[in-house]
Structures are given as C-alpha cells and as structure tokens.
C-alpha cells in the first residue's frame, strides 16, 4: 500500500488510528492510502466518476446500499441484516441468521455497553476489542465502559433499558458543530447515575470497578466554524474545498461535510493542491 498526495480508486470508510487520544486519519482508496492530517488547511478536491462498486463482491451496479453493498448482497449478507442495528432483535437462537459462521464470530462473543460523550451523553454498544473504532467512528470526545456482556443480544437488551433514559443515537450535526462536546459532562458521575437505574437482572454484568474516561482530540483548524451541510456525491459529483477538520467518519470542508462511509465503493478521483 502506497501513501499518496493524490489517487484514484474505490472508496471505502476513513481509517484512523489514535496516540494518547490523538487521532491521525487515512483516506482508502483503490490500493493508496492518503494521510489525511497534514492536509489540514489545503484544498481537496474529489470527483465520483460515476462507477460504482460492491464493496463485498465487487459487481458494478447502479445503485449502493448500507454504505457501500449491491441490493444481493445487501438483502442476504448477515451484516446487513436489520439485527445489525437492532441488536436485541437477534434471532440466532432462532436459528435464523443469515450466516451462522458470522453470528459466531460477531455476535455470539462478548459485548461492551458503554456511554459516550459526543453530541451529548448517549449509550451504545461494541464488540469487545472494537470499542476505540466505534467510538472515534462516532466522534465521541470521552467515553467510558458501563457493562461487559456474553453476546451482542444481551448488550442489546441492556442497551434499550437505558435508552429509556439517555439517547442511543448522536446528533451528528452538534457532533460536527463544536470541536469538543460539552466538558462540564461528568461521565464518572454519569456512570454511577446509570448503574443505579440498571435492572438487578442486569447488575453482575456491571462494570464497576472501571471508571477510566477515554479522552479523544480530533484533526480540526481551530479558527474555522463547521458548516453542517452534508453533501451527497450523487447530487454533487465534484467535491471541492479547505479541509478544515475530519471527526467520525466526517471531512469538513470550509462549505459542508462529506460522510465518507456513506460514499464506500464510489470511485473517487482525488486531487490536493
């Protein structure tokens, strides 16, 4: 893999790593890698040639769906399948799945319940070992474990018990609006509100000896506001503009914001100047 200025390829979803809660970004694309950072302040420019391409079993289709699958693969795959983002409607027990090899190694593993600071407090839940992707993926600026559970459904299950009482969902606009969400939140004490309203049927799977609150800081130009009008490749096809910051799967551009996800299996041509 080549780290490039400019390329030309099938998109897929922004990379990301972190160091001591600094994230640094990658842009996929065909077989090139782009480092998205110290492109902070420079003008990028991307155009959708209008090929599009599955991003499981590379057909060239018309149309994408779910960030990125052909209709096939969408309709049959079981990361597709709507348990994906509801998970307490599992149905592997059921013997239902569209792919048991799948529902083993994805779901049938434990599972973390967490709260995350990023538009505001909002709970949500990752496989275990996953949790930093999910939660840069979701511009959480702090975030901490609230319960380790056997299986995606049981994660699920505590997580709609919450939902009762705080958000499951970012608003993905105040996500992008403000470099750091909200610092007076507490997450310690957020935490010990939330175990104190968790079902005893849920209490042994507490994780109440870990209170460390993650902290991330994101690539952004700190004299520029964020204009949170999101742009559709498909309406626009050339994309150009100062980056000015990159959060989630999100670049900010001086005139909207591009869900990269979104656009996977787009080819993109890419030009910085």
């Known amino acids: 893999m080549t780290r490039a200025a400019d390329g030309r390829g099938c998109l897929r979803e922004l990379r990301h790593q972190h160091d001591e809660g600094i ?66 409607e599992c149905h592997f027990h059921e013997g239902t799945c569209r792919d048991e090899s ?55 299950e505590l997580e709609m018990e919450i939902a009762k009482f705080l958000p499951d969902k970012t608003d993905w606009r105040k996500m ?22 968790i079902p005893a049927t849920h209490q042994a799977f507490v994780l109440h000896e870990d209170f460390t609150v993650h902290e991330f800081v994101y690539p952004r130009l700190d004299d520029q506001a964020v204009v949170t009008k999101s742009i559709s490749m498909d309406k626009q096809p050339t994309v150009e503009g100062k980056l000015i910051g990159i959060k ?11 869900n990269i996800k979104k656009h996977s299996g787009y080819e993109i041509s890419v030009h910085i100047d």
């Open 102 to 156: 799948f529902g083993q190694s994805h779901c049938m593993i434990p599972h973390y319940v967490y709260l995350a600071v990023s538009s505001s407090v909002k709970v949500g839940l990752t496989r275990r070992g996953r949790q930093f992707i999910r939660w840069v993926d979701q511009g959480a600026s702090r975030a901490v474990l609230l319960a380790e559970l056997p299986t995606r459904k049981d994660a699920g």
């Open 23 to 88: 994230v640094t970004y990658h842009l996929p694309i065909g077989d090139e890698e782009i480092d998205l950072n110290p492109l902070l302040g420079k003008t990028i420019s991307l155009t959708a040639t209008g090929k599009k391409t599955c991003i499981h079993c590379g057909r060239i289709v018309k149309k994408l769906y779910n960030g990125g699958y052909c209709y096939p693969c969408f309709s049959t795959l079981a990361e597709c399948d709507l348990c994906i983002v509801k998970p307490h």
């Open 248 to 258: 989630g799967q999100y670049l900010l551009l001086d005139d909207g914001v591009l």
């Open 176 to 197: 992008l609006a403000h470099a750091v969400a909200d610092p007076s939140i507490d997450l310690t004490e957020v935490k010990q509100d939330v175990i104190r309203r």
